[in-house]
């Protein structure tokens, strides 16, 4: 298993646009894929329900959880998507 903390610096969090296009990234992997809140929430990266049921807010630290066979070149592909595609919504 692999992880990285990050800071959500999309200034409307993980609404439903950037939500998505975080689930359409990580259901390309076979990984097990998890966001996981300063509080413990954790939500499966793949469902758009349940990442937004995280209510994961502009500057909110996250944990970005990768596990499985592709483990690395997912949790590389989404810290890029969380870190620059989802900071232009």
């Given at each position: 298993m692999v992880s990285v903390e990050l800071q959500l610096q999309n200034p409307s969090g993980l609404h439903l646009r950037p939500a998505g296009i975080l689930c359409k990234a990580a259901t390309k992997?076979?990984?097990?894929?998890?966001?996981?809140?300063?509080?413990g929430t954790e939500a499966n990266a793949k469902s758009v329900l349940s990442v937004l049921s995280a209510c994961v807010k502009s500057g909110d630290r996250i944990t970005?959880?990768?596990?499985?066979?592709?483990e690395n070149a997912a949790l590389k592909e989404l810290?890029?998507?969380i870190r620059e595609r989802l900071e232009e919504l």
């Open positions: 992997f076979q990984s097990h894929i998890t966001i996981t809140t300063a509080d970005l959880s990768c596990d499985g066979n592709d810290e890029l998507v």
